[in-house]
């Protein structure tokens, strides 16, 4: 079940993210993010307040969760967008995150099958997110569901620096 988050959420998404942290640190996970930097268990609850935060669950337990909004930040003024679209007709998806102990049990795909409706279900023309350009196997996970690259960006990522953003875009 995918549904927004609630308070006692927080805790398991942040577990989820200190995973994701330590895989990284453990060169198991090709992302550059940055353990007390982002994202955090502020990114989880500033998500939570603004409701913007889902999660799924299975057998009470948190195994993804991600942010979805309208909101497309600055860096995305950098897209290369095949598809344009008003700001209100656009979907963005930020942190996508699973569980590790769940990796490879469809987590991620039911998280943009629900995103993908969501967007529908309010209008939108079309859906838009981003990863890194290192995370190869995220890059083709979001190809195999039909998102397009609409270029990368070199920038400062919540403050992590040297980051390469690649944008994706899908139209619904």
């Not at 629900?114 to 967007?119: D, G, H, P, R, S």
């Not at 270029?151 to 403050?159: A, E, K, L, M, N």
């Amino acid at each position: 079940m995918i549904r927004k988050a609630v308070t006692g959420d927080i805790d398991a998404v942040e577990k989820i993210y200190d995973a994701i942290h330590s895989g990284i640190e453990a060169g198991r996970i090709p992302q550059k993010w940055a353990r007390n930097v982002y994202p955090t268990r502020q990114t989880a609850d500033r998500a939570l307040e603004s409701g913007e935060l889902f999660v799924e669950v299975e057998d009470g337990e948190v195994t993804a969760a991600a942010i979805i909004n309208r909101k497309q930040g600055s860096k995305y003024e950098n897209g290369n967008w095949r598809y344009q679209a008003q700001p209100q007709e656009v979907m963005v998806m930020h942190t996508l995150v699973v569980d590790p102990r769940f990796s490879g049990r469809g987590c991620g795909t039911r998280m943009m099958g629900f995103y993908e409706q969501y967007a529908k279900d309010r209008c939108c023309k079309c859906l838009r997110l981003n990863t890194q350009a290192q995370n190869t196997p995220v890059r083709r996970f979001y190809a195999k569901l039909g998102y397009e690259e609409a270029g990368i960006t070199g920038c400062t990522f919540h403050g992590i620096p040297d980051v390469q953003l690649v944008f994706l875009e899908k139209k619904l």
